[in-house]
């Protein structure tokens, strides 16, 4: 029999390239418009299944510790899970009690939206059935200075994420955008990058001619450049 489509809710997501979808938000910072309060910063907006939950915990700490060095990339943190503010408060105020990894007196100063309609969840896609129609799933949205979405990275509840990958990551596409290069495999600042691949017979025939000490190719279409 075929399925009534009118009957089953239809969850969608915004992809890469794409303008964040705007919502406004309590958060245990104070109201937001997103993404108009971030303009010229970038931001990772993360979900989390539920408050006072061990992985989401760890995280939390992790994310908390780590504020420093994503405000050092210009990058700002928002999370987002489908509890109440109430319970976000109560979460954050009992994370500061606990020690994990050498983290203690843990304070959470990023905004944590409250999301109990989960309007903001089902814009980003962040509840996904075939894991919970109640919880969202951990998606991470990379989101650039001019509110395009640039990276998405889904992780299912029972995995914590990596955050040096989520460090990795911002370095990378601000890397690219200075430059007008991409990164390959494992890339880390300071590492060689990759140069546009030629667009003609002529380019790729004098880029092989002309290598040099800062620009080595392996092939026509695989052209390395020192870092600058």
């Known amino acids: 029999m075929e399925e009534n489509l009118n009957e089953k809710e239809i969850f969608t997501m915004p992809l890469i390239g794409d303008t964040a979808p705007s919502f406004k938000a309590k958060t245990t910072q104070g109201d937001i418009s997103f993404p108009e309060d971030?303009?010229?910063?970038?931001?990772?907006?993360?979900?989390?299944?539920?408050?006072?939950?061990?992985?989401?915990?760890?995280?939390?700490?992790?994310?908390?510790?780590?504020?420093d060095?994503?405000?050092?990339?210009?990058?700002?943190?928002?999370?987002?899970?489908?509890?109440?503010?109430?319970?976000?408060?109560?979460?954050?105020r009992k994370i500061q009690e606990l020690e994990w990894k050498g983290m203690k007196n843990v304070e959470v100063k990023f905004p944590l939206i409250e999301d109990i309609t989960m309007e903001v969840a089902k814009k980003y896609g962040m509840i996904q059935p075939g894991q919970s129609n109640t919880?969202?799933?951990?998606?991470?949205?990379?989101?650039?200075?001019?509110?395009?979405?640039?990276?998405?990275?889904?992780?299912?509840?029972?995995?914590?994420?990596?955050?040096?990958?989520?460090?990795?990551?911002?370095?990378?596409?601000?890397?690219?955008?200075?430059?007008?290069?991409?990164?390959?495999?494992?890339?880390?600042p300071g590492d060689d990058v990759i140069v546009p691949t030629p667009g003609s017979c002529g380019v790729a025939k004098k880029r092989m001619e002309d290598q040099s000490?800062?620009?080595?190719?392996?092939?026509?279409?695989?052209?390395?450049?020192?870092?600058?």
Not at 38 to 65: N, Q, R
Not at 153 to 166: A, K
Not at 179 to 188: I, K, L, M, N, Q
Request: hydrophobic share 45%; charged share 25%; net charge negative.
């Open 38 to 67: 971030y303009k010229g910063k970038w931001v990772i907006l993360f979900s989390h299944p539920a408050d006072f939950t061990p992985v989401c915990t760890t995280e939390f700490m992790t994310f908390a510790t780590m504020a």
């Open 135 to 188: 919880q969202a799933v951990r998606a991470v949205f990379v989101i650039d200075p001019e509110a395009k979405i640039r990276a998405i990275i889904y992780y299912p509840l029972s995995t914590g994420r990596n955050f040096d990958e989520l460090i990795r990551l911002i370095q990378a596409l601000q890397k690219a955008d200075k430059d007008d290069v991409a990164t390959p495999a494992d890339w880390r």
């Open 69 to 92: 060095q994503f405000k050092a990339l210009n990058t700002e943190l928002v999370g987002l899970s489908v509890d109440s503010l109430y319970a976000h408060i109560a979460w954050l």
């Open 213 to 228: 000490d800062d620009v080595y190719c392996l092939d026509w279409f695989m052209c390395f450049q020192k870092d600058k």
